[in-house]
């Protein structure tokens, strides 16, 4: 009885653990997009580039363009050579669907690699349910 | 005493599951309207509706307008008819009461169903210190 | 055994209760300054000093100055005698590096009290990940 007494509270104590060194092991952070403007656009490309150098593997991104920052994910997008180069490194890039319908941009006007997601807000919120971080990337 | 250990673990994981489906029951979220800009302000009425429309009783939202995004909460608010419609429907819309003592705007100043906090930003915080989702509502 | 069982079920309790309490001992918040826009850097000293009154002791803030908003916590800052004075009541102020070199901006040039990071955004995604609430500083 003891024995199972003790077992019990190790078990306790590793879940424990092993939940705070999950915590460590990545860095996830979701990027809200709303903006067109151009210097922003490729202010976020900047940051984006300096956590990868930073933080590496440990790094995992996901940027949500919806709104007027829509046009970070397009053919037309003033960044969309680094945007690529991102995604191909892992970075996660999608677009809202909603924002899609409203201006009629088609799948096929998203540069390669990029997603989509039924409503980019509620994506946000998703993620910071699951324990992300935020950072709105306009600035 | 063996069936009251089995109780005790049957009792923690009930409290862990428990947990985790009140967390998937709701999403919610407190949004920061901090700008006058009229785009902007017709943009998070936008977003508002989506998300309601997306996620039905699931989706609970409070506004909080502070500094010169005051004006979204005001008579003279030029989405004044939408807020009224949302805070009918159950989205609950704040002013922040430093910013009407700054500004001179009155209680009577502020379209129906509209509340106030003392401080926006203070409860903004208050809000992701219970677990709640921060949007910054200006795009 | 009856009472061991007793004395593991008040520890969990108290452990419980400690976290709880341990939450409302403090508000900790990490703010994000990233625009050069007088204006809404002076919106941000007022918050911070609102803040301060409304919740003194208990208020931790950390306000992360980077890209445009690197400006807020140099010598020539229009808020320069507003953070001396937050600095010298606690609220800490942090210049991001990343920016300094791409500005060309030295140690000598940032307002006595104010230290670095090595990139302000990471600096923002380490607080929240250790359960800080995150406010965007721009107005």
Same mark, same amino acid.
């Given at each position: ?12 104590? $590793? +879940?424990? @653990?092993?939940?705070?060194? &999950?915590? %460590?092991? #990545? ?49 037309? $997008? +003033?960044? @969309?050579?680094?945007?690529? &180069?991102? %995604?191909? #490194? ?50």
């Amino acid at each position: 009885m003891k024995n199972f007494l003790i077992l019990l509270i190790m078990a306790t104590a $590793s +879940v424990t @653990a092993n939940a705070q060194a &999950k915590k %460590a092991e #990545k860095h996830r952070v979701v990027f809200q997009m709303s903006t067109a403007d151009a210097q922003e656009q490729q202010g976020l490309i900047r940051n984006l580039n300096h956590l990868m150098e930073g933080w590496g593997d440990t790094f995992e991104a996901e940027v949500v363009a919806h709104g007027p920052g829509i046009s970070f994910v397009t053919n037309q $997008s +003033v960044v @969309a050579g680094e945007v690529k &180069k991102l %995604a191909a #490194k892992g970075i996660k890039f999608v677009a809202c669907e909603n924002t899609m319908k409203q201006k009629d941009i088609k799948h096929s006007d998203l540069l390669q690699g990029v997603g989509t997601v039924p409503m980019g807000l509620a994506e946000i919120v998703l993620k910071q349910e699951e324990g992300w971080a935020y950072i709105k990337g306009n600035f």
